[in-house]
């Protein structure tokens, strides 16, 4: 075979193993973005960190990129049905967003098209969806939605501001899965000589039967994560843990803007916008095989002085010193 055919081979090799975003964009073809989100209560500003987080890296919508949307709108079950029609869309990346749900809907909708996940899953490695946090190995990347750790630095908290706690319940999202004590955690109640008993919910319908059994187990404090559910539902939780009078820490600062007493988490924002970088790389050639996941690093502490203050607790200044916000 002479230089030149080889040559010509191998360009020709080349371009069909090119991804497809870069090709459509050589031939002059808009990429194509799906947004798959739950959108509960307070998420609609969330993801508009995603979409400035794009025009901030150059993807102007209607101009340089396509983007569809696809909104549940709270009803989970919706999710499977818009997760298909974004895969016959031949979308060029999905953002699975806002919960278990979407994340789970965009990979049994494709296995080819890279998914970019955000506030969607604890624990991918745990739950099969990669293999590695340096090399995920398949069609998913993205952002992790907390480190294993984190409930044990909010038990820590709470026990802070309740000294005489000796008995934690944990609000748990049914839904989301099984429960399971995270080791991290366990060795923390240990520490600190702190029981830790779960609570599951299926639907809101199932939130004051659960208060009823946390109370009737004499726990002295709640801490729950920040499932879709959750959110929608955060006045009806507050109003709940108002009623039997319990503090509790939580991940996401709108419950405590909506009453609960602590908040520590990492920033939504910021994971929107850094799932924005992600789509970027994608659209610009990166397989998701290849792009790491990032953990969070960066976490905030809210603390509602006005709850405090009904139910008789007084923030230590050793917390109140670390709080990013108190609200009065």
């Known amino acids: 075979m002479t230089t030149r055919r080889k040559f010509l081979g191998s360009l020709a090799g080349g371009l069909l193993a090119a991804p497809r975003t870069v090709q459509a964009q050589q031939s002059g073809k808009k990429p194509r973005i799906g947004v798959l989100n739950v959108v509960g209560g307070g998420a609609r500003s969330t993801i508009d960190s995603f979409f400035q ?5 150059g993807w102007d919508e209607g101009q340089n990129v396509v983007i569809e949307r696809r909104n549940a709108e709270g009803h989970e079950e919706r999710l499977p049905g818009l997760a298909a ?20 809907a965009a990979r049994d909708a494709t296995k080819t098209v890279p998914i970019v996940m955000v506030a969607s899953s604890r624990d991918p490695i745990g739950t099969g969806l990669i293999k590695s946090y340096a090399h ?30 000796s008995r934690v319940g944990v609000l748990w999202d049914a839904t989301a899965g099984p429960f399971r004590l995270q080791k991290e955690t366990a060795e923390v109640a240990r520490s600190l000589g702190v029981e830790v008993l779960p609570f599951e919910v299926l639907d ?4 004051d039967g659960a208060f009823g059994a946390a109370a009737k187990a004499r726990v002295g404090g709640l801490i729950f994560g920040g499932s879709p559910m959750f959110v929608r539902n955060r006045k009806q939780i507050a ?3 108002m009623k039997h009078r319990l503090p509790a820490i939580t991940v996401w600062r709108t419950f405590a803007e909506a009453g609960v ?32 996941v990032e953990r969070p690093t ?9 709850t405090a203050k009904t139910l008789g607790l007084t923030i230590p200044p050793s917390v109140l010193g670390r709080a990013d916000e108190v609200i009065q």
């Open 53 to 57: 987080g794009l025009r901030d890296l």
């Open 298 to 306: 960066k976490f905030e502490l809210v603390i509602n002085l006005k």
């Open 261 to 292: 007493l602590m908040a520590y988490g990492p920033s939504l924002q910021e994971q929107f916008r850094r799932a924005a970088v992600y789509v970027d790389k994608i659209l610009k050639g990166a397989k998701p095989a290849d792009l790491p």
């Open 85 to 104: 029609e974004l895969v016959n869309l031949k979308v060029d990346v999905i953002l699975a967003a806002g919960g278990p749900a979407s994340l789970k």
């Open 204 to 207: 809101p319908a199932g939130l």
């Open 136 to 165: 995920p190995g398949g069609n998913i990347t993205g952002i992790v939605t907390a480190p294993e750790e984190l409930t044990g630095k909010q038990l820590e908290f709470l026990r802070a501001v309740a000294p005489g706690l």
């Open 239 to 241: 109003d709940l843990l």
